[in-house]
């Protein structure tokens, strides 16, 4: 079965750090763009970050730029999200994403999703 | 950057209904580049259209994608229990793939 399971969520204090993790099974990790999307309580989705299937190529929002870092381990077929400066308005849920289609040289939307890992930032 | 706006913000119909979401993208766009998604409370979004047309699959037909340019639409043709959710479309051409607000369908 293809399964994302994401992990690592938590509450932290502005300024703090978190890393989130996303574990995938049942398809060749290696072979997928992967995304993190986030969605604020009560609000809509918000695409953070992409990354493409060698690490060579990384996408921020702009909102997270110099803030956050995605980054990939195929050998262990794990996603990663470092969260760096936190601030309160990155309170929400976050999930990783599979990017549609092996072997893809651009992303094309997301196909399977974990079932998301909640991170609160709050004094 | 494109900016994506859905539809009306939200659609009371009931089941057996026609549901027609919208999505507008602020500057023209290949249909290629555009997804729907829907997704019920506490759970993980679903993705239903790829390229602006294309099912994903195990999606039932009632469900279909059509636009261009910068006018997108969702049409789900009779609506069933299971339907009544949150629809979102996202734009994939490029940095940053954003997504519209979102279009409550919900049950009148």
């Known amino acids: 079965e293809v399964q994302l399971v994401d992990s690592g969520g938590n509450l932290v204090q502005p300024g703090g750090s978190l890393r989130l993790s996303c574990g995938a099974s049942g398809f060749t990790f290696s072979y997928y763009w992967m995304s993190w999307v986030r969605q604020a309580p009560g609000k809509g989705l918000e695409w953070v970050a992409n990354i493409k299937q060698d690490g060579s190529e990384k996408y921020y929002v702009d909102s997270v730029k110099g803030r956050f870092t995605i980054s990939r381990d195929n050998a262990k077929n794990s996603l990663f999200l470092q969260m760096n400066s936190l601030r309160v308005e990155d309170t929400g849920v976050y999930f990783c994403?599979?990017?549609?289609?092996?072997?893809?040289?651009?992303?094309?939307?997301?196909?399977?999703w974990g079932q998301g890992t909640t991170v609160t930032v709050s004094s | 950057e494109i900016v994506l706006t859905q539809s009306p913000g939200t659609l009371s119909l009931s089941p057996g209904e026609r549901a027609t979401l919208s999505c507008r993208a602020s500057?023209?766009?290949?249909?290629?580049?555009l997804a729907w998604y829907q997704q019920k409370i506490g759970q993980a979004p679903r993705l239903l259209i790829y390229n602006g047309s294309s099912r994903a699959p195990g999606i039932p037909d009632r469900f279909s994608g059509s636009g261009s340019g910068t006018d997108f639409t969702l049409t789900i043709s009779r609506l069933e229990p299971e339907d009544f959710a949150v629809y979102y479309c996202?734009?994939?051409?490029?940095?940053?793939?954003?997504f519209g607000q979102g279009t409550k369908v919900e049950i009148k």
């Open positions: 500057q023209s766009s290949s249909s290629t580049y």
């Open positions: 996202q734009h994939y051409g490029g940095p940053p793939y954003s």
């Open positions: 994403a599979r990017g549609r289609g092996a072997n893809y040289l651009y992303y094309y939307g997301a196909d399977v």
